[in-house]
C-alpha cells in the first residue's frame, strides 16, 4: 500500500515543522501537564505549603515550646485564634502556639512523605530493574520475595518494631521505607521487561558493557518518566501512613510533631469546643494530600504513555 | 483447579513461616524483657518467672516451642502484662467485635462502590457520573483517621443522633460511625475502579453484538458487562481488606469500640510482646487466606487464568 498524498503531505508537513524548532518529548509533555488547570492550581498550593513549612516560623509570635500557663484552664476563651494576641490559629490545649506547630507538623509531614518516596523510587527502581533485565529465576525469586512482603500486613510488623526498637523519626523512616519500595519494584519491573528488548540495549550488550552499567545507563533513564508519576503519587501515601501511626501516638514523639499528631490531639479536645484545634491540622492535611493528588494525575496524564 | 490451589497454598504457608519467624527475632532482639521493672526482682524469683514462659532456653528451642504451640493447638502463650489471660482470651475477647463491624465495612464498600460505578459508567457525563467522580475523588484524601473525628464532629457533637463511641453489644447506633468511617476510602476506589472498568468493558465487540441483537440495556449489563467488570474490583479487595484491617486499629482505639486494634495498641504501650506478636500473626494468617480466596474467586470467574 502507498501512503495516500495527504500523508505524504503531512510527512512534509512536519518535517517543515522540525527545521524550525525541535521539541523533545519533556518539552512536549510540559506543555500537557500545564494545559491541565487542576495540576497547575495543585502545584502552585503544594509550592505555598511547601513556604509555610519553610518560613512559616518568620511569622510566628511564640516559639514552637513556648508554654503560655496562663492559658491552661481557660483556652476556650482565651486561646481562640486571633490576630491581637498574635496566636493565629488559636493555642493548642498545652497552651502552646498552634500556628508554630502546625509549621511544624506540615514540615515533618512532608519530609517523611518526600523521604519516604525518595527510598520507595530508588530502592524500589534499582530492584525490579534489576529483577526484569536479568529475568528468568533470578526474576522469578525477586518477585516472589516482592509477592511474600506484599501479603503482610506490614502496619503491624511497623509497629511492633516501633515498639521494640523505641519510637523515633528514624525507625519511622526505616518502616516506611520498608514497605513503599515494594509497588515501585514491580511497576519498574513491567517497564524494564519491554525496554530491554529495545535495540539500544541489544547494542548495549554487544559491545560489551557489564549488565550494571546497562541497567544503571540504559534502563533507568527510561524508566524516569513513570517513576517520577508514582513518586508523586507515593507522597501522599506515604504522609497518610506517617499520620495514621502518628494519630495513634506511636509515630513522630514529642517535642516534634506532624499533622497526624496534631490531628490526634485536636479530636481529642474537640468534644469541648476547641474546634480550632483540630480545624487548622486537617485543613493543610487535606489541602496538601489534594494537592499531590492532583499534581501525580497531571503528570501521569503527560507522562504515561499509556493512558492517552 | 486443585493443584492451583495447592500451589497458592504452597506459597502461603511460608510466608507465614516468615511472618512468624520475623515477629519472633524482632521480639527476642528487643532490649529489656517483659519482667524489666523499676523495682528489680530478686534474681531467683526472676529465674523461676522466666523459666515458667520458657524465656531461659535458648534462642532455637524457644522458636521451636513458639510456632509448635501456634500450628499445633492455636495456642499463641500467655500475655506478659495480664498475668491472669492468655492471648487467646485476648483475641477471644476482641476478635468478634473487630469482625462484625469489619464485616459490614466490606459490605459496604463493595456494595455501594461497585453500584455507584455501574452507574456512573451506565450514565457517563451525567450528574450521576460527576457526583460519583466527585466523592471518589474527595474520599481519597479523607482516611479513616480523619473520617472518624469529622463523623463524631457532625453527628455526635452537631446533631447529637448517635453516641460517640463504645461497643454496647453491636447496637447499630454504635454500628453506625466505625462502618462509615473505615469503609469510605475503599468505597471511593472501588467505585472510581468499576467505574473505569465498566467503560472500557462497554466499549467491546461483545457488549456492542448484544446490543445488536436487542437484548434490553439491564440484560447486556447483568448478563454479558458484570462479569468482566468485576474482575479488577476483584483484584483490590486483597490490598482493601489489608488496609481495612489495619484501619480498625484507628477505629478501635477513636471509637473504644473494644476490637483487636484497642489491645494492639495497649499493648504496644505496655511492651506485651505476646499479644502483639499474637494479633500480627493472627492478621497476617487472615490476610493470606483471604488473598487465596481472591486468587481462587478471580481464577474461578476469568476462564483467561490458566492453572
Not at chain 1, 500537557?32 to 498550593?45: C, D, E, H, T
Not at chain 1, 529475568?135 to 500486613?153: A, F, K, N, Q
Not at chain 2, 522458636?63 to 482470651?89: E, L
Not at chain 2, 461497643?167 to 468505597?187: K, R
Amino acid at each position: 500500500m502507498f501512503p495516500n498524498k495527504a500523508a505524504i503531505e503531512g510527512i512534509g508537513d512536519a518535517a517543515h515543522l522540525a527545521e524550525v524548532k525541535g521539541r523533545s518529548l519533556w518539552a512536549d509533555a510540559r506543555t500537557r501537564f500545564f494545559r491541565n488547570k487542576a495540576a497547575v492550581v495543585s502545584l502552585v498550593m503544594l509550592g505555598l505549603i511547601a513556604s509555610f513549612a519553610l518560613f512559616g516560623q518568620f511569622f510566628a509570635q511564640y516559639d514552637k515550646g513556648f508554654v503560655d500557663f496562663s492559658l491552661i484552664g481557660s483556652n476556650a476563651y482565651k486561646g481562640v485564634p486571633s490576630i491581637e494576641t498574635g496566636h493565629y490559629f488559636g493555642t493548642d490545649s498545652n497552651g502552646r502556639d498552634l500556628f508554630a506547630r502546625t509549621v511544624q507538623g506540615t514540615g515533618i509531614s512532608l519530609m517523611v512523605g518526600i523521604v519516604g518516596a525518595l527510598v520507595a523510587v530508588i530502592v524500589g527502581t534499582l530492584y525490579g530493574a534489576t529483577a526484569g533485565y536479568y529475568g528468568g529465576r533470578i526474576d522469578g525469586l525477586m518477585m516472589r520475595i516482592v509477592d511474600v512482603l506484599m501479603s503482610i500486613p506490614f502496619m503491624f510488623v511497623l509497629i511492633l518494631m516501633l515498639v521494640i526498637f523505641g519510637r523515633s523519626i528514624f525507625m519511622l523512616f526505616l518502616g516506611i521505607g520498608l514497605i513503599s519500595w515494594l509497588d515501585m519494584a514491580r511497576i519498574a519491573r513491567g517497564q524494564t521487561l519491554t525496554i530491554k528488548n529495545k535495540e539500544f540495549v541489544e547494542v548495549a550488550v554487544a559491545t560489551g558493557v557489564r549488565p550494571s552499567k546497562i541497567i544503571l545507563r540504559h534502563i533507568v533513564p527510561n524508566l524516569l518518566g513513570i517513576v517520577i508519576v508514582y513518586a508523586t503519587l507515593l507522597v501522599p501515601s506515604m504522609i497518610i501512613f506517617e499520620s495514621f501511626i502518628s494519630f495513634l501516638g506511636l509515630g513522630v514523639q514529642e517535642p516534634n510533631t506532624s499533622l497526624g499528631a496534631l490531628i490526634n490531639e485536636g479530636a481529642r479536645t474537640m468534644q469541648f469546643g476547641y474546634y480550632w484545634q483540630i480545624a487548622y491540622p486537617l485543613f493543610f492535611f487535606v489541602i496538601t494530600i489534594f494537592a499531590f493528588f492532583f499534581v501525580g494525575d497531571g503528570l501521569r496524564d503527560a507522562l504515561d504513555p499509556k493512558d492517552r | 483447579m486443585f493443584s492451583f490451589v495447592v500451589r497458592r497454598l504452597a506459597v502461603a504457608i511460608p510466608t507465614l513461616l516468615v511472618l512468624v519467624i520475623i515477629s519472633f527475632i524482632l521480639m527476642y532482639s528487643a532490649p529489656g524483657g517483659p519482667f524489666n521493672s523499676e523495682r528489680p526482682l530478686p534474681p531467683e524469683v526472676l529465674a523461676n518467672i522466666q523459666a515458667k514462659y520458657g524465656l531461659d532456653q535458648p534462642f532455637w528451642r524457644q522458636i521451636v516451642n513458639y510456632v509448635w504451640g501456634v500450628v499445633s493447638s492455636f495456642d499463641f502463650g500467655p500475655s506478659f502484662q495480664y498475668k491472669d489471660r492468655s492471648v487467646n482470651d485476648i483475641i477471644a475477647q476482641g476478635f468478634p467485635v473487630t469482625l462484625t463491624y469489619g464485616f459490614w465495612s466490606f459490605v459496604v464498600a463493595v456494595s455501594v462502590g461497585v453500584s455507584l460505578g455501574v452507574a456512573a459508567a451506565i450514565r457517563q457525563n451525567s450528574w450521576l457520573d460527576y457526583l460519583a467522580v466527585g466523592i471518589s475523588v474527595g474520599a481519597q484524601v479523607l482516611p479513616n483517621f480523619v473520617m472518624a473525628p469529622i463523623l463524631v464532629l457532625t453527628f455526635t457533637l452537631w446533631l447529637g443522633w448517635l453516641p460517640g463511641g463504645g461497643w454496647n453489644g453491636g447496637q447499630w447506633q454504635n454500628l453506625v460511625m466505625p462502618v462509615i468511617a473505615l469503609s469510605t476510602s475503599y468505597m471511593a476506589s472501588i467505585a472510581r475502579i468499576t467505574r473505569s472498568s465498566m467503560l472500557e468493558v462497554l466499549n467491546t465487540n461483545f457488549i456492542r453484538t448484544a446490543k445488536a441483537k436487542g437484548l434490553p440495556m439491564r440484560r447486556v449489563i447483568w448478563r454479558h458487562a458484570m462479569k468482566p467488570t468485576i474482575l479488577p474490583v476483584l483484584s483490590y479487595l486483597g490490598p482493601a481488606f489489608v488496609g481495612m484491617i489495619t484501619g480498625s486499629v484507628v477505629i478501635d482505639v477513636f471509637f473504644s469500640t473494644g476490637g483487636i486494634g484497642q489491645f494492639f495498641v495497649n499493648s504496644a504501650f505496655n511492651r506485651d510482646y505476646s499479644v502483639i506478636m499474637g494479633i500480627t500473626i493472627l492478621v497476617g494468617a487472615l490476610t493470606i487466606l483471604f488473598n487465596l480466596v481472591v486468587d481462587i474467586l478471580y481464577a474461578w470467574i476469568d476462564p483467561k487464568i490458566r492453572y
